[in-house]
């Protein structure tokens, strides 16, 4: 059977780095960037099954099918201001089909990237004098990175903050660039937690939901629209808390302000 036109290696990789061996940020070209997207967007990118995986990788459970295209969905880190070359930040994961053959691309390797951009999670329909809280683990931080690359994010009078909760302090990805944005805007704060930290580690230790059960961080419902994205268990236990303080769950039916991305 031939391969579907739309599966086509269509994008390819011109830089990456690599934060640690289990987190990377990839910079990929797709031959026809999209026309336009929203911060907080995702794009599906993916590699046939005949792509290589590194040696001493996990066998996979069910071997990927060589000619089939493996997919997965990421969330844009990119400005939208420039679409022709978008980032992506993620977790390798060794068992994974698609992430335990993307560790092993090189700049200049071929892959597939989805013609069309996707999602709700973005600061559409927010009022421009609300404030903005955008709590994140792990690499949920893409999407609000993004966001706050992009002009239209940082309207006049709008305070805006993000909480980045990590297991080790090597895994803050995008530190430098959040402190010095914090640094040259009084309206903009960085706090970041982690939760293995080692001896030398002098930052807060913790998971983000302290910052706001013990009230370091104070919420207003009527101003502040709070994001959450990434561990599952953090997302469901701030959508509890949050939702007992008086937050409302935004739908495209009935608008909230408190907006949530459940990734996996």
Same mark, same amino acid.
């Given at each position: 059977m031939s391969e579907r036109k739309s599966d086509t290696l269509n994008a390819t990789l011109v830089e990456r780095k690599e934060l640690t061996p289990e987190l990377l940020q990839l910079f990929i070209r797709p031959d026809a960037p999209p026309a336009k997207f929203i911060p907080g967007q995702y794009v599906a990118i993916g590699l046939p099954g005949s792509a290589p995986r590194p040696p001493g990788f996990p066998e996979e459970e069910i071997p990927a099918e060589p000619g089939k295209m493996i997919k997965l969905a990421y969330s844009i880190g990119s400005s939208p201001d420039d679409p022709s070359v978008l980032e992506f930040y993620l977790a390798v994961l060794p068992q994974g089909a698609l992430t335990s053959r993307i560790v092993s691309l090189?700049?200049?390797?071929?892959? #597939?990237? !989805? =013609?069309?951009?996707?999602?709700? #999670?973005?600061?559409?329909? +927010? =009022?421009?004098?609300?404030?903005?809280?955008?709590?994140?683990?792990?690499?949920? *931080?893409?999407?609000? *990175?993004?966001?706050?690359?992009?002009?239209?994010?940082?309207? =006049?009078?709008?305070?805006?903050?993000? +909480?980045?909760?990590?297991?080790?302090?090597?895994?803050?990805?995008?530190?430098?660039?959040?402190?010095?944005? !914090?640094?040259?805007? /009084? /309206? #903009?704060?960085?706090?970041?937690?982690?939760?293995? =930290?080692? !001896?030398?580690?002098?930052?807060?230790?913790?998971?983000?939901?302290?910052? #706001?059960?013990?009230?370091? *961080?104070?919420?207003?419902?009527?101003?502040?629209?709070?994001?959450?994205?990434?561990?599952?268990?953090?997302?469901?236990?701030?959508?509890?808390?949050l939702l007992s303080k008086g937050y409302k769950e935004h739908s495209r039916k009935q608008p909230g302000n408190l907006h949530l991305e459940r990734y996996w």
């Open positions: 090189k700049p200049g390797d071929r892959l #597939f990237m !989805a =013609p069309k951009v996707t999602g709700t #999670f973005t600061l559409e329909g +927010v =009022p421009e004098d609300h404030n903005l809280m955008l709590v994140s683990t792990g690499t949920g *931080i893409a999407p609000y *990175i993004s966001m706050l690359r992009s002009k239209n994010t940082w309207t =006049p009078g709008r305070k805006i903050s993000i +909480v980045h909760g990590v297991r080790y302090e090597s895994d803050l990805a995008y530190k430098e660039e959040l402190s010095e944005l !914090a640094n040259s805007h /009084s /309206s #903009f704060s960085y706090y970041n937690i982690v939760s293995r =930290p080692g !001896a030398e580690w002098r930052g807060e230790k913790g998971y983000v939901q302290r910052y #706001f059960q013990e009230e370091r *961080i104070l919420l207003d419902p009527g101003r502040d629209h709070v994001y959450l994205c990434g561990n599952p268990g953090m997302i469901d236990q701030m959508e509890e808390w």
